[in-house]
């Protein structure tokens, strides 16, 4: 569900999307949660986020944190 706007390896296609691979997980973490309490405004990002858990949450920023910064690319930082 997140793959349309943020690609299917966390690298957006679309420059108004940011890319979420290889981003740090506490980042990813205090974003998600932003948009869920309303600190970030965002009414795509804030609807993506208002049904999910904080479980939900730590596991997409797992994924996202984990995947490779480019495509192809194999090297953990
Ligand atoms: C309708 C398009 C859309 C969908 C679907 C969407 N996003 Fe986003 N997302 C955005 C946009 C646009 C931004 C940047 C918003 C802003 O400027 O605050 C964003 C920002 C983010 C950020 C903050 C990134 C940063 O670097 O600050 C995270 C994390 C994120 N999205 C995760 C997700 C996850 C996880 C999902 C799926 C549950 C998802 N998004 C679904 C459009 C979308």
């Known amino acids: ?3 349309s ?5 966390g690298i957006s ?5 940011p890319h979420l691979a290889g981003q ?3 980042y ?22 208002g049904p999910l858990s904080e479980q939900d949450i730590k596991q ?3 994924y996202y ?3 490779p910064r480019t495509p192809g690319d194999t090297q953990a930082p």
């Open 1 to 3: 569900m997140c793959v």
């Open 28 to 49: 990813l973490i205090s974003a998600m949660q932003q948009y869920q309490r309303g600190e970030r405004q965002h009414a795509a990002m804030q609807a993506m986020m």
């Open 65 to 67: 944190g984990r995947l």
């Open 24 to 26: 740090n997980r506490e």
């Open 13 to 17: 296609s679309l420059p108004a999307h």
């Open 5 to 9: 706007c943020h690609g299917t390896e």
């Open 60 to 62: 997409l920023a797992d």
